[in-house]
């Protein structure tokens, strides 16, 4: 057994169960789900509509409580995330940037910093800086207003300020939705970078199966209240479900798992596991992962 899994998890989730509403109104969308997410990990959340990817996300972030259950963050419960220097430990990247409108990149980045009110503002700004020049951008976009950036530059400001305080944790929720074809592959190769760098622990929900391809060691897919299964993605495709039939094998997983031409990436410098994917893909007979 790896050291890795010796360790405690990142995130631990037992008995979560999520309900929104009361009496006739109430509706449950997690009954006994049950997860973990081990050191150094990048774990997709993939899942229908109404599935509580996004809910799940906030639930680790110490934003929303769950009805029953446990989440344990870095050992603690996630609801002591919302106290001071939260941010130290889970870092979020929400789907649009979430970003300040009338904060400038830097006040934006430096925003969680300025908060602990422990530091003079020359280190606040050499630490803003380290940032934003670590996710790609440049000295003079620090001045630039969010009405000013494009929808790439907002993922790398926005993901800036997520580290800002080198968190061991980072969430994603729609990490590449809205970028080109040409934003999203970049994006993807600044979190591959970035993950191997900083040695990140990574959750992520995506409905893009390039992103899910590129990055991910492993899938958790949410369906029937609870993480159905999870794996590999080589597993998870492997799994008979009809959820995972239409996501994986429709035509967009179809698109997603064959190269488009002779020049393209070789998809095995991107995720190991993709040769496990495309074997899955093309022998249905592959042994199922095992559901929770």
Excluded: C
């Amino acid at each position: 057994m790896s050291a890795s899994r010796m360790e405690a998890p990142i995130v631990d989730i037992h008995g979560l169960w999520t309900v929104f509403g009361r009496g006739k109104e109430e509706v449950v969308i997690h009954q006994d789900l049950e997860m973990t997410v081990v050191r150094g990990e990048i774990v997709a959340l993939v899942g229908g509509s109404g599935t509580g990817k996004t809910v799940l996300l906030r639930q680790m972030l110490g934003l929303e409580q769950a009805a029953k259950g446990e989440v344990k963050v870095l050992g603690q419960p996630a609801a002591r995330l919302g106290r001071a220097g939260a941010a130290s430990r889970v870092g979020m990247l929400f789907q649009q940037g979430a970003l300040f409108s009338a904060f400038s990149v830097m006040e934006n980045v430096a925003f969680p910093l300025r908060e602990l009110r422990t530091l003079p503002d020359d280190l606040v700004y050499d630490a803003a800086m380290v940032k934003l020049q670590m996710v790609g951008l440049k000295p003079a976009d620090a001045l630039k207003m969010p009405a000013d950036l494009s929808g790439g530059m907002v993922k790398r400001v926005a993901l800036a300020r997520a580290l800002i305080m080198d968190p061991p944790l980072l969430l994603l929720d729609e990490p590449t939705a809205g970028l080109d074809p040409n934003g999203s592959d970049e994006f993807v190769a600044l979190l591959r970078s970035l993950h191997k760098e900083l040695g990140l622990t990574v959750v992520m929900v995506t409905h893009d199966l390039d992103t899910l391809f590129a990055l991910s060691t492993r899938v958790a897919v949410l369906a029937e209240k609870r993480v159905l299964v999870t794996g590999t993605p080589g597993e998870v495709v492997a799994f008979k479900h009809p959820f995972i039939e239409h996501f994986f094998l429709g035509e967009r997983g179809r698109r997603a798992m064959t190269p488009i031409h002779d020049t393209a990436p070789d998809p095995d410098a991107l995720n190991p596991d993709f040769d496990g994917v495309h074997r899955a893909f093309v022998e249905p007979t592959q042994k199922d992962a095992h559901g929770k």
